[in-house]
């Protein structure tokens, strides 16, 4: 009995701890219950608005949230940039905002405050599954019909483009604009004859020399710059 109430509590250890931000409560309890579906995965806590949203994460210490960014009290913008100033030092929970498509730069300024992404609320589940996973695991993501949207329906007023930019190999700003389009190493990878290595590789040199952290932010960069 031992070793099972201790292969137990190994299991729920490993689990996945994440926690709903959403004032629709029957879109929550959509997302719970495709959530709690995983054995890998469970919901430890949900709330209607950004201010209930703090409380519940601060007490839950969750590893994943899902924030929506239009919410009543304290919206998601809001709740994001508190809960990534709590500590510092600690990087705390992995945070995605969810969005419509009217909302993505919104879902942008998140990017640049620390969020780990945005998803669709309307994304599949197995999109969302994944999605968890891999911020989880120290990754960013982001929806690539998203991706198109923001570019497509936004009218904000581009910043001039840094200098650092310049520093880009020819080579560099081609792999920086298919990124930036929202494309895997992968697609990246086929699309130009390059292994997923080369193409790693030159990601992380792009991420170095703007000064990003991650590919998510190399979107927001390449939106506010009119860069894709």
């Keep these: ?10 299991h729920e250890a490993s689990r996945i701890r994440v926690v709903l931000v959403d004032d629709q409560a029957l879109f929550r309890a959509g997302i ?10 469970e919901v430890v806590g949900e709330a209607g608005n950004g201010r209930d949203g703090l409380d519940v994460v601060r007490r839950a ?5 899902l924030m ?5 009290v304290l919206d998601g913008l809001a709740a994001t940039a508190e809960l990534l100033q709590d500590a510092p030092g600690d990087p705390g929970p992995r945070i995605v905002m969810l969005t419509t498509f009217d909302l993505d730069e919104a879902a942008a300024r998140a990017i640049r405050q620390g969020a780990s992404g945005f ?18 695991a120290g990754s960013a993501v982001i929806a690539a019909s998203a991706t198109r949207e923001l570019f497509a329906q ?7 483009v840094p ?3 310049q520093d880009l190999t020819e080579r560099e700003r081609e792999i920086f604009a298919l990124a930036a389009r929202g494309l895997s190493n992968a697609e990246i990878a086929a699309r130009e004859y390059l292994s997923e290595a080369t193409v790693k590789t030159h990601i992380s040199r792009i991420l170095t020399k703007l000064a990003l952290r991650d590919r998510v932010q190399l979107v927001v960069f390449a939106f506010e710059h009119g860069l894709a």
């Design 154 to 160: 936004s009218t904000a007023q581009t910043q001039p």
């Design 68 to 72: 929506d960014i239009r919410m009543p």
């Design 32 to 41: 719970r219950m495709v959530i709690d579906s995983q054995p890998d995965l």
């Design 1 to 10: 009995m031992t070793d099972a109430r201790a292969g137990s509590q190994e």
């Design 61 to 65: 210490r969750p590893d994943v949230v």
């Design 163 to 165: 200098a650092s930019f």
């Design 119 to 136: 998803l669709l609320k309307d994304a599949d589940p197995e999109f969302l599954l994944a999605a968890i996973r891999t911020v989880h």
